[in-house]
């Protein structure tokens, strides 16, 4: 269905008035929420009942489904996919609503309706597997702003109904920024947080200036598109080529959610989808998603584009397997034919036997210096998401 722009804003209204939408329930609860006084509306942020209003309607969603055979593979594994396509729509639920609500308690004069956009995502662990059957609960929070973005915080839980138990499957943080709902869209300012801790206010701002730098600094893997393995009896098995795959995909009005660009959790999903068949045909065994490194969303991709998702393997260590996605978008629509290069990401599986416990991978075979170099880069990123994993683990 076509939303028009005067639909959008009646949503939007809409959900800002309605606590509980289908699936989404509010949960409000005593918390700390970081904040800052914000810039242009210290009048409005000095009145104590607006800010414990807002604190208390924006402090966090749910969202829980209920996850089917569809949503996972041969052996019942749920895709890693599906997992980060829930996580980004329960994050920008919380974002597009603290946007619009905050705004337009805060500052009246200067509202104007927008949706949260997808522009980072930092390093995500996937801590334990999820199983047809089992509901993902996800809880999303805000946990700081700036003048244009917001940190989401996304933990998801996996329940098995049946036996009453549930675990810590993934936590995930989140970037976004306000969009207008016009084409082209308008970057909008956020109203700060109401509730100000001094101490987290900081900590979070010092976040916000790493990923900000970072951002910055990133630069995509020039990748040399290697030619589709349709058949495979001419290409030696275990390099890079035998299991590069590509995949293309036309951005669809009813993907995009009633806007004029994908939300980020789509293309997430597809970038799992195009690393969980280069693992599967290097290993030809059951394979799942364990980490997303952090990735950086720089080109909106805009309805009806056609994307190109572009997978290989860039190392192996005894037990898993670096795949780098690259996703370029084309607005075939233009009559001008254009394509840009919208994100990257390194996606890191491992190889499971049919008791769902790992097995040895098997080493990449290299060819030529390009992937050398690949290997070289991808054995410091493996080594580097080691030591942070051992750090994690000591200090919980």
């Known amino acids: 269905m076509f939303w028009t722009k005067n639909v959008c804003r009646l949503l939007l209204k809409y959900f800002a008035s309605k606590p509980e939408i289908g699936r989404l329930s509010q949960k409000v609860g005593n918390s700390r929420i970081l904040a800052s006084s914000c810039r242009r509306c210290d009048r409005a942020m000095s009145d104590c009942s607006s800010s414990d209003d807002i604190s208390s309607l924006l402090k966090s969603v749910e969202v829980s489904r209920l996850m089917v055979p569809g949503d996972a593979n041969l052996s019942g594994n749920v895709h890693g996919g599906t997992t980060l396509k829930l996580v980004e729509e329960a994050g920008s639920i919380i974002a597009t609503r603290y946007y619009n609500v905050a705004k337009k308690k805060l500052c009246p004069d200067d509202y104007e309706s927008g949706a949260a956009a997808l522009v980072r995502v930092e390093r995500t662990h996937f801590i334990q597997p999820m199983y047809i059957g089992e509901v993902a609960e ?234 050398r170099q690949r290997n070289d880069m991808g054995k410091i990123r493996y080594e580097a998401r080691k030591r942070q994993r051992l750090e994690s683990q000591g200090q919980s």
């Open 138 to 371: 996800l809880t999303a929070e805000i946990t700081f702003t700036s003048s244009h973005s917001i940190e989401v915080c996304v933990t998801v839980w996996a329940e098995n109904i049946i036996k009453g138990e549930k675990r810590l499957a993934n936590k995930a943080v989140l970037w976004y920024v306000p969009l207008s709902l016009g084409n082209p869209p308008r970057l909008l300012s956020v109203p700060s947080l109401p509730c100000v801790d001094p101490k987290a206010f900081e900590e979070g701002q010092k976040r916000y200036e790493k990923q900000k730098e970072e951002r910055a600094n990133h630069q995509h893997t020039k990748v040399r598109h290697i030619r589709p393995s349709v058949s495979d009896e001419d290409i030696e098995i275990h390099t890079v080529s035998y299991s590069q795959s590509v995949l293309r995909h036309l951005m669809s009005v009813s993907e995009c959610a009633g806007y004029e660009y994908a939300p980020g959790g789509v293309i997430m999903k597809l970038m799992d989808e195009c690393a969980g068949i280069v693992a599967f045909k290097h290993c030809r065994t059951n394979v799942v998603t364990v980490s997303l490194d952090t990735t950086n969303f720089h080109e909106m991709i805009k309805k009806g584009s056609l994307i190109t998702l572009t997978g290989y393997i860039t190392f192996t260590s005894a037990k898993s397997m670096e795949i780098e996605v690259v996703v370029d978008s084309e607005l075939v629509r233009s009559g001008e034919p254009k394509t840009v290069r919208a994100v990257s990401a390194f996606l890191t599986f491992v190889s499971l036997d049919e008791n769902h416990r790992p097995v040895k991978v098997p080493q990449l075979k290299i060819s030529n210096e390009e992937e």
